[in-house]
């Protein structure tokens, strides 16, 4: 079979003293060590926003990270993206901040909104729910220690199934791991993730959002 291939895209507004190859160039070297993939960088900076048809066609699964330029987005795109998934069956991965991203909201149908969040670096204790879905495998119950909280309500519609869910000292809780299809597509939300603490370098996530690209393009 052939390698899977995965296009790692983000705005690039997360700070390079923390990421300094982007949160897409961390995404795409957890793959490249725990997986069979190939990745493809793509940011917003590029011809067509990194959102060209070359781009898209190519890629089996797309993930996500934005925060601060979800607006500039520009539609044509957004559309492109949804287009991809639910008609060709791309995987989409929205990590983090991008529950508020364009196309996440897209496919979504719904505001996205958070019932809240804090950002004051506390730990999130990660329950596994769904130990049998292909994203939790070798995943057991942990610790991220300094977060972003975001707390429920979060304006979804119903998860297919909810893998992992978070939980922080103050009683806040979250949908973290969550999956959704949309057409031919699969969707897997992952909340950790914020630009200014290194969490995409943490063992647990690297190994869930390995997984998951597996998963939304269909190797699991
Ligand atoms: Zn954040």
Redesign the pocket.
Known sequence: MSKLKVLCWSELSEPKAVYPEGINGAVCAGLTELSEVECRLADINMPEQGLSEENLGWADVLTWWG?ARHGDVEQVYVDRVVKHVKERGMGFVPL??AHHSKPFKALMGTSCDLGGWR?DDMPEYITVKAPDHPIAEGVTDFVIPKT?MYAEPFDVPEPDCVIFEGRWDLGEWFRSGCTFTKGKGRIFYFRP???TLPIFFQAEVKRIVANAVEWAGNRR
Request: glycine content about 12%.
């Open positions: 925060h983090h901040s950002e972003e993730g914020h630009e």
